[in-house]
């Protein structure tokens, strides 16, 4: 019987887009949570039959589940930040800093 492969192609992306999401206010955890969990469970199918699994992918799905979960405490950290920053006034300081910068950037002072 020929051996079955994990795939963890589809976490990688999930993950290394989550990654790039973390920039608008970590919601990049809402793409790389459930990257984690899509290896996690190909994980556990592995575990449950080792046998009928490449042991190359499962190493390498377990390589994408730990940078699946490395993206996910990042954007978590970068959401949880967000929130508390929002919460406490950060956004009249935020929207402060934006109206500054366009007037600059109207009056030519600041360079692009």
Do not use: W
């Not at 490449?54 to 940078?67: C, E, G, L, R």
């Amino acid at each position: 019987m020929e051996q079955q492969k994990l795939n963890p192609a589809m976490v990688y992306v999930l993950s290394i887009v989550g990654l790039l999401c973390c920039c608008f206010g970590g919601l990049g955890v809402f793409l790389s949570g459930p990257a984690f969990f899509m290896a996690k469970n190909g994980l556990k199918k592995a575990s449950e039959n080792p046998d009928d699994y490449d042991q190359t992918s499962v190493n390498s799905m377990n390589t994408a589940k730990i940078v699946a979960l490395i993206i996910t405490i990042i954007c978590a950290i970068t959401l949880l930040y967000n929130i508390y920053d929002l919460s406490t006034g950060g956004f009249e300081e935020r929207k402060q800093f934006i109206d500054e910068f366009m007037r600059g950037l109207q009056e030519g002072k600041n360079d692009v």
